[in-house]
């Protein structure tokens, strides 16, 4: 696999280059005639970042740097106790930062604020806590309502044992957003709009569009995204040239990763910078067209070099095991050397709930880590393979069977007493063994099919053990 690899790193450095080279000269080419549009993306998008990192990204590191403070989880630990301090560090905190701090409690079922007011968390009527609570998500962005509409970070908090102590939160007002906005807008001429996952307007420089009340205005309202077809609206619209109040506009769309936002830029554009952007557009998802053709062949060339020597290893992926057909090659060999030999099928129990219970990815994590065990504890002249599912197979050359039932129960033993770790869940997994043996050189088939027999009599009895089926003489 190292050779696939360096292979893999070396075609990856030339698809890079290869794409700087293009990208370079179609710089070179078309610079004259997008010099002025590029100048103007650059003055959309650097104060569009700023604004994000100013207006956003500001309100979210402060209150994750306060979330990790001693003094607030202190606080919090005792509410009713410190109710006190609590509204003291809250104002002190406003004062600071110029924003509306607050903390919802689990233990006292309160929510303290900035401006020294409590709101009892009743289920039924403070729903945005109970909704946010029960999701696995430590942080959220959210609008909500507080004394007029706000943009909210809300954070979870724990205790040194891991136990849920309530809601650490920072709260703006839109208006202060509005504000800001409306001085980028008259600078650059620039509309923007800021949706969230559902593509609900969340922020935005129109002051139409902003939440009234608890409602929210969606992307799929407004009338210039109404007259797109089907498919752009599904698709990315970054680039996109459409009519907006009668005139042409470009969009430029963002992602902004900690909120699942995106931001939309739109800029009006005058007839003569339309066609420039237009042939520059066209440009560029040509060249994107051929990198991504270029790319696609690079990786089904990969993919199939990688599948090609897999054939010549013989090995199976996931486990990194011999698979089926490697063990029935290995298992000939055994037999023309005329080796006497114990075979032992593995069934790991009750599988088939994990993939149900905990999804698929937790069942190739317990594979793999099954097989990793397995394979750490057999002897070196012991051979694991893959046999398929949740089934591994075993031979132990020059072995008796009451030999192999031992060191198999030994397996057993360590395979019940291993705790699998996936992500954030831990699960216990036992193994059913069947043993058979051969003393002299028989089919596989045959073999197999007393090894089994034996299985199926360890499931039967209960699964977790170790059973043995010796082949009738002939």
């Keep these: 696999m190292n050779i696939f690899r360096t292979l893999h790193r070396s075609i990856l450095i030339l698809f890079a280059v290869v794409v700087v080279s293009i990208v370079t000269l179609v710089h070179i080419s078309v610079s004259k005639i997008v010099a002025e549009q590029s100048r103007a993306q650059q003055q959309s998008h650097s104060p569009a970042m700023q604004l994000i990192i100013q207006q956003l990204m500001q309100p979210l590191h402060i209150s994750q740097t306060l979330a990790k403070a001693k003094e607030l989880k202190d606080l919090m630990l005792n509410p009713v106790e410190n109710e006190e301090q609590i509204f003291v560090t809250l104002k002190r905190l406003n004062q600071e930062f110029s924003l509306n701090f607050f903390i919802a409690s689990e233990i006292?079922?309160?929510?303290?604020?900035?401006?020294?007011?409590?709101?009892?968390?009743?289920?039924?009527?403070?729903?945005?806590?109970?909704?946010?609570?029960?999701?696995?998500?430590?942080?959220?962005?959210?609008?909500?309502?507080?004394?007029?509409?706000?943009?909210?970070?809300?954070?979870?908090?724990?205790?040194?044992?891991?136990?849920?102590?309530?809601?650490?939160?920072v709260g703006k007002s839109l208006n202060a957003f509005t504000q800001v906005f409306n001085e980028y807008k008259k600078t650059y001429g620039y509309d923007f709009i800021f949706v969230d996952q559902n593509k609900d307007i969340t922020l935005t420089s129109d002051p139409e569009l902003l939440i009234k009340g608890v409602t929210f205005k969606n992307l799929a309202?407004?009338?210039?995204?109404?007259?797109?077809?089907?498919?752009?609206?599904?698709?990315?619209?970054?680039?996109?040239?459409?009519?907006?109040?009668?005139?042409?506009?470009?969009?430029?769309?963002?992602n902004i990763q900690p909120f699942d936002w995106t931001l939309y830029i739109i800029t009006p554009l005058q007839s003569r910078q339309t066609e420039i952007s237009r042939g520059f557009i066209i440009s560029v998802v040509t060249l994107l067209a051929v990198i991504f053709g270029l790319f696609l062949?690079?990786?089904?060339?990969?993919?199939?070099?990688?599948?090609?020597?897999?054939?010549?290893?013989?090995?199976?992926?996931?486990?990194e095991l011999p698979n089926r057909s490697n063990?029935?090659?290995?298992?000939?060999?055994?037999?023309?050397?005329?080796?006497?030999?114990?075979?032992?099928?593995?069934?790991?129990?009750?599988?088939?709930?994990?993939?149900?219970?905990?999804?698929?990815?937790?069942?190739?994590?317990?594979?793999?880590?099954?097989?990793?065990?397995?394979?750490?504890?057999?002897?070196?002249?012991?051979?694991?393979?893959?046999?398929?599912?949740?089934?591994?197979?075993?031979?132990?050359?020059?072995?008796?069977?009451?030999?192999?039932?031992?060191?198999?129960q030994e397996l057993c033993n360590k395979l019940g007493a291993m705790t699998i770790t996936t992500g954030t869940t831990s699960i216990q997994i036992t193994g059913s063994f069947g043993v058979s043996f051969t003393a002299s050189p028989r089919t596989m088939s045959e073999v197999i099919s007393a090894a089994d027999d034996a299985l199926f009599s360890a499931k039967r009895d209960g699964r977790n053990m170790v059973r043995m089926q010796l082949i009738d003489s002939d």
């Design 221 to 254: 309202d407004l009338p210039w995204f109404q007259n797109l077809n089907p498919e752009q609206q599904q698709a990315s619209l970054n680039n996109l040239l459409l009519q907006i109040n009668g005139q042409e506009a470009l969009i430029a769309e963002l």
């Design 297 to 319: 062949l690079i990786y089904n060339l990969l993919y199939y070099f990688k599948k090609d020597i897999q054939k010549i290893k013989q090995i199976d992926i996931l486990t």
């Design 108 to 169: 006292s079922r309160v929510q303290y604020d900035s401006e020294g007011k409590k709101i009892e968390l009743n289920e039924g009527k403070v729903d945005w806590y109970f909704r946010y609570k029960s999701q696995p998500e430590n942080a959220m962005a959210d609008i909500g309502q507080w004394q007029n509409p706000q943009f909210y970070i809300d954070l979870k908090i724990y205790d040194d044992e891991d136990n849920f102590l309530g809601v650490f939160g």
């Design 327 to 408: 063990i029935t090659l290995k298992f000939e060999e055994l037999m023309y050397e005329k080796q006497s030999m114990s075979l032992v099928l593995i069934d790991l129990d009750n599988f088939k709930p994990i993939n149900e219970t905990h999804g698929r990815k937790a069942g190739d994590i317990v594979l793999r880590q099954v097989a990793q065990m397995l394979q750490t504890d057999i002897r070196e002249t012991d051979i694991l393979g893959r046999w398929g599912g949740e089934e591994f197979i075993l031979l132990m050359p020059n072995t008796g069977p009451h030999e192999a039932v031992e060191l198999c």
